[in-house]
């Protein structure tokens, strides 16, 4: 029910892109069985998330067909002197090994063990869509939403001390490798999901059968309720609406990043030196270019779900957990993509969901209940003052920013105490009964 229900969304996604005359996630996918992919890392990590289901031995084959196959296409590639400009010169051999393993699912293996291998090969292909499908959402979000509220947003922001201004003037400071060592990090966000998951699901193969909580239905949960609110609360970010100084960023970066310039769009040359005027704010038109995809920071949620679910890891895991999260942090603030209030507004939207996915496996008691109600409830509060609360916010800063800190620690607090309740505790060791002494 969950597949079908997974495919069509992505129809109607694809439908609703072509009518703004745009690729769709089915189309884009499709595309990338012989073009070169835009992520090649990704389709990879999709097709380590399918082999959990795999023995041993069928991973080493399949992992010698996909490098075998992407070889092929390489030299196809050079003899044919076809630029891999856009994408990465691997990555096809992973997407065909996870649809030949469905094909193998469907014509050599039956009862539970075709289901177990067509599981895999779906959540593989899901993490594939996932990110499809938010490349489409933001197209989309810049074609249907011409005016944005960074505005009210910034205003707002005063009450945290603009974090954005200061952490990317800090960054700038770091020069090319502060740069590109938080670009590695802000771009492989899912391989890093990958590692956590992978663990998570290291006994699939053995005991035939999923968990029932793991990051990568957190993940696509997330990816998919996210972006209904970009297309509620429009926000472009700090580094566009507030400067045009992003020749900076292509000239430190050592893969020169397509950033499109905000140009006259922009309210001035402001971020990261000059933070914005406390002023009347007010809708502002933009580009149809430039995604609307700040409010929540999605980044923030998807970094906050891995340092979650690193935390019964062990200790590597959760150490790389929490400098994910931390580094990612920075990096979202730091290259001017998002606004403080964002990512308190992103935490608490991860909280929720997960509460509300824990919450569902248990059977929605009053605990669970009560949980994600008051995390929805912070969070539509939190929208709600950004929206029309942002110059009273600023004019009080002493009073709103502690406000701000206090709702989305009441949130953190509230999840840990439930959560950890819900957890089984090992029942203590019974003490052997004294044997009567023998006469």
Known sequence: MTGVAALGFLIVLEFAARHYGL???????VRELVVPPKSGGLLYAAMALMMVVLTWRERFVAVAA???????FSLVRWALDVRTTGGHPFGNGALWVILGCAVVAVTRRTGAERVLLLKGVGLGLLLVAGRKTGDTWLLITSKTR????????????????NPSWLVGRIVTATGPFGFNFLDIVYGQLAVAAVAVALYQLRGVAVERRFPGHHLVRSFLVIGLLGPAFYMIFPVV????????GTDYWSSVSLWSPDIPSSGHWAVGDLWPQTPSLIDTPHPMRFDEITPRN??????????AAIFIHSRKGPRVLRYAGTFWLVATLTATLGFGYH????????VVFVLTVEAALRAFDRGWDRSGIRLAAYGAAVFAALLVSYRFLPLTMAEHPWLSGPLLILAMASVIYGYVRTTTAWDPRPAPARRPEPQPEPI
């Not at 996909?66 to 092929?72: P, S």
């Not at 970010?237 to 045009?244: E, L, S």
């Open 146 to 161: 011409p005016a944005v509220l960074d505005q009210y947003v910034a205003t707002a922001d005063h009450a945290l001390g």
């Open 339 to 346: 606004y403080g209030v964002d990512l308190i507004a992103g």
């Open 23 to 29: 690729p769709g996630p089915l189309t884009s996918q």
């Open 237 to 244: 970010g700090p580094i566009f609406a507030y400067g045009t």
């Open 294 to 303: 700040c409010m929540p920071s999605l980044h923030t949620a998807w970094a």
């Open 66 to 72: 996909a490098v075998g196959v992407d070889i092929a």
